[in-house]
Structure formats: structure tokens, C-alpha cells
């Protein structure tokens, strides 16, 4: 992000150069010819009338003499980096020019938790304008001025013309016309469609799918963990196809599907909330502030959940995440500042090791797909630990690598799914951040740090840091779009951006 005076902010922007309107040069001077001299030159300066200059201003008492604008120049943008002060006439904007893409867009109720849909569309997609696909829960609380509640949602999205963004530059090249033929100035699209969910969803999400290319899972099942304790499945492919039909963006109302009730709910948890929640091949994990863990698998007479569940953590179950590898292995994250892994095949349905993962409550995990052996952690402690799973059985290991850049509680951390260094994480201190683990610190080069507006130290940047997005209020939860490389879209109290940057 970068920063300006309110003074600059109110300029108009300057014209794109990839429209061709660009800033004119000024005229290249020799200094060793001095003025180019014409010795042929005519006596007369033109065709019309010969005017002496001496008395054509003897007879215009009232000429004034043409002055440049002393209006000083509007102050530079500087960079801004988390943790420095802003001044009163200052705000933050976005530097587009390290964007490649970057939207905004909101919903009329906060969804502070969602996941990102499988499409039809392709894989590694680079040309713009992009289409995504989520699936999001609401929480909508009171509604304003009359102190009831609001009917709570999941909602089905479209997110279309995700544009390449525009932005000015100084050279004015046919390159660079040619890298802007695909963004344009029309705004990002919404078209959705919802279901309605009883409680405020706290977390949601979409069944794996198949990598066949072109298809689409029928059921496609997405799972909810509701405030009232209750998990809902519901199969969203009827609005996905309502959604992509030709009519879609005119008569969305009278091709919604008919059945909007879930297909399973899952009553183990009884009136205990939770915001654990995960799909694997295996089966939906879900666990609960109650400490409890319970699996339900897909049978051919439907959803089927186990009775007993799986008791170790000693809190509340934060996050879930299945091995990418291995079928029966699953991860936890809790409250009670561990991380543990849990095989399914143990009878006695406890952890089969435990490792105290941070200082606080683990809020988040993520299990690395392409190597299977890595796992990052975030807690309240703001601190991101990347664990290699091969020591947990040596002692209290040590994370592989910490950043505690940070300075509230991490809300999200999920492995980019196309490059296996690089994951992005989340906080309550309004920063998105992502890391690569492949860059390691040079020593020869000085070390960046961030300095108050009184000239004292506040943190050294690391060098694993490649990107800090702002913007958002409070963000929530972060996904990578496995489709479309290196695109990012995150939810926040304030609505969803959606964002490509040029690090990755």
C-alpha cells in the first residue's frame, strides 16, 4: 500500500497510458551546437504583416507577461509499511502497479467465512477478465433499528469480469498496450443466488471434487457449522447450473431451484457451536467448543456420523485439516495451544502425537499438498509457525521457520496450491500477508526495518515476506484460487476483495 496527503488524493488521476495518452517530451537540446541557426533563414518571420516588437508594446500598456503556476507540486506517494504512524491529512491508497488484478466487492450481510467452487472453466488461467466461483455463509445479526434478528444465508456467487487492473505509467511503449489490451474500466460482477440457513454460518465448506476438466461434482456438497451446533449439507450444483445458464442474468428468479432445504444435518454436536470443519475423501470432519471430534462419511443410503467421537484436546477445536497424502490421517488445532495428529485406524480415537504449537490459542492450520511433511499454524499470539511433521515424534520440536510480523490474532493460513513456498496468511490487525520460504536472507544486504514517526525501531521486515495487502476491516479467511494461479480472495467485516499481485 502506499500513502498520501488528502491533498493529493483529491487530484484527478492522470489518463492511462495504454489508451495512447501518454505525456509529452519535452524537445532534446545540443548543448555543444547551442541554438540551430538557419542562415538561409528569410527576412521576413511569415507571409502576413512585418510588426515592430518595440512598438507593438509601447502601444499595449496592459500586456502582462505570461508567468509560470508557483503552486508547489503535489507531494510524492511513499510507501507505507504496517507499524509506521499516518498523520491526520494522511491516507492509505493502493499502488496499482503492483497489482495485476484488485477488486472489491460486498454483499448486503458480512460472510466471514467461505470457499472457493470448483468451475468448468479450466485450469492455470492467466488471460483476463477472470470468472470465480465461492460459496459463502452470512452472519447477520440484529437488523438495524429493530433489534431482531436477521434470516441468515448461504449464498452461492458469481464473481465475474475480475479485470486485469489499470494503472499509470511513464512509458508510454506498444509493449505495454499490448500487456493492457485485456483491462478495461467496467466494475466487477456479482450474480448470486441463496439458501436459507438457520443460525449464522461460522464456517463453510465445499466437498473436494475430481480433476477431470470440464465436470463438475453431481451432488456437489457443501457443509455449514452453524452457531446453533447443527452441521447442514447441502448440494449447491442445481444453483451453480442455474447460475451459468444463458439466462442467468435476467431471470435468475424464476430459474432458482425449488428445494432449498440441506440434504443431511448432523445433530452429534448437540447445542455446542463450532468452527472446525473439513472435507477429505474420507469423510466431513467437524469439531466443536466442546473438545469434540466427529466424523461423518458418505455410504450408498447416505450421510453417516459416528457416534463416538474424538476426544484429546483439552479446549475448543479451532481448525481441521485432512493429510494430503494419507486417507486416514487428520490434523487438529485447539485452543488449548496444541496441534495434534490424529489417525482414524486407533481404536481408543485419541491423538497419536501432540506438539504445543504456540504461546496462545492455535486459531488456524494448514496442511502443504505438494509436501505432505509441512504444516503452518497461526494463533493468538499473532505468530505464523511452519512445522515439519517428521520431528513431532522427537521431543517438543521447534517450527522450521516463525515471523511474528503480525500484531494481532491470525484469522487464516492456507499453502498456495502452485507453489508449494508460498502461503498466505491473515490477521486481526486488518494485514493479509504472503510468505515465501524459498527466499533466504542475504547477508550482505542491509536489513529493512520499520521506523515510528519519532525515528524509533519497530521491526525488521523479513525477507520471506513478499506482499501485505490492506484495505479490510477485521479479515477473516483467506483462500487461494486453485484455477487461476496466484489469484487471491479474502472476506472481511467489510465485504471480499479479490486480488492478483505481481510476487506470485
Not at 450444483?237 to 432445504?261: A, F, M, V, W
Request: glycine letters at 6%.
Amino acid at each position: 500500500m502506499a500513502k498520501r496527503t488528502s491533498d493529493a488524493a483529491d487530484l484527478p488521476p492522470p489518463k492511462s497510458t495504454a489508451k495512447g495518452q501518454g505525456t509529452a517530451r519535452p524537445p532534446i537540446v545540443d548543448e555543444e551546437m547551442g541554438e540551430f541557426e538557419d542562415k538561409w533563414e528569410d527576412e521576413y518571420e511569415s507571409e502576413g504583416e512585418v510588426i515592430d516588437a518595440e512598438a507593438e508594446a509601447e502601444g499595449d500598456e496592459d500586456f502582462t507577461p505570461a508567468q509560470e503556476d508557483s503552486a508547489p507540486p503535489p507531494e510524492p506517494t511513499k510507501t507505507y509499511l504496517p507499524g509506521t504512524a499516518i498523520e491526520s491529512d494522511e491516507h492509505l491508497v493502493p499502488d496499482n502497479s503492483v497489482y495485476l488484478a484488485l477488486h472489491s466487492l460486498s454483499y448486503s450481510w458480512p460472510c466471514l467465512s467461505f470457499d472457493v467452487l470448483k468451475d468448468t472453466q479450466g485450469s492455470d488461467r492467466a488471460t483476463f477478465p477472470h470468472t470465480a466461483w465461492i460459496v459463502t455463509g452470512t452472519q447477520a445479526g440484529e437488523v438495524p433499528g429493530q433489534g431482531s434478528k436477521a434470516k441468515d444465508e448461504v449464498v452461492i456467487m458469481k464473481l465475474g469480469n475480475l479485470a486485469k487492473t489499470q494503472h499509470d505509467d511513464e512509458d508510454d511503449s506498444d509493449e505495454e498496450e499490448e500487456d493492457d489490451e485485456n483491462a478495461n474500466d467496467e466494475d466487477a460482477t456479482l450474480d448470486f443466488l441463496t439458501i436459507p440457513h438457520i443460525g449464522s454460518v461460522n464456517r463453510i465448506r465445499a466437498s473436494p471434487t475430481s480433476e477431470i476438466l470440464g465436470s463438475l461434482p453431481d451432488p456437489y456438497h457443501v457443509a455449514t457449522f452453524s452457531e446453533t451446533g447443527k452441521v447442514h449439507i447441502f448440494d449447491v450444483r442445481p444453483y451453480i447450473d442455474t447460475l451459468s445458464g444463458p439466462n442467468s442474468n435476467s431471470n435468475l428468479n424464476s430459474n432458482k431451484p425449488k428445494s432449498k432445504l440441506p440434504v443431511h444435518t448432523i445433530t452429534n454436536h448437540g447445542r455446542s457451536e463450532g468452527f472446525a470443519i473439513e472435507w477429505g475423501k474420507t469423510g466431513l470432519l467437524t469439531g466443536d467448543i466442546d473438545k469434540k471430534i466427529y466424523l461423518t462419511t458418505l455410504t450408498p443410503t447416505g450421510f453417516n456420523t459416528s457416534t463416538q467421537p474424538y476426544l484429546s484436546h483439552t479446549s475448543s477445536i479451532e481448525d481441521l485439516q485432512w493429510s494430503p497424502n494419507e486417507s486416514t490421517v487428520f490434523a487438529s488445532a485447539s485452543a488449548d495451544k496444541t496441534v495434534r495428529v490424529w489417525d482414524i485406524r486407533t481404536k481408543n480415537r485419541k491423538s497419536v502425537v501432540s506438539v504445543q504449537a504456540h504461546k496462545e490459542d492455535v486459531n488456524v492450520i494448514s496442511w502443504n499438498k505438494g509436501v505432505d511433511y509441512l504444516l503452518v499454524s497461526g494463533g493468538d499470539d499473532g505468530e505464523l509457525n511452519v512445522w515439519d511433521l517428521r520431528m513431532f515424534n522427537k521431543g517438543q520440536p521447534k517450527p522450521v521457520a516463525n515471523f511474528a510480523w503480525h500484531k494481532g490474532s491470525i484469522t487464516s493460513v492456507e499453502w498456495n496450491p502452485n507453489d508449494n513456498s508460498v502461503f498466505g496468511a491473515s490477521g486481526s490487525d486488518d494485514q493479509l500477508t504472503l510468505w515465501d520460504l524459498s527466499v533466504e536472507p542475504d547477508e550482505d544486504e542491509s536489513p529493512i526495518i520499520v521506523k515510528s514517526s519519532n525515528g524509533s525501531e519497530i521491526q525488521n521486515v523479513p525477507s520471506q515476506l513478499l506482499f501485505v495487502h490492506q484495505g479490510q476491516k477485521d479479515t477473516k479467511e483467506i483462500h487461494w484460487h486453485n484455477q487461476i494461479p496466484g489469484m487471491v480472495l479474502s472476506t472481511a467485516s467489510d465485504g471480499f476483495n479479490v486480488f492478483k499481485t505481481i510476487s506470485c
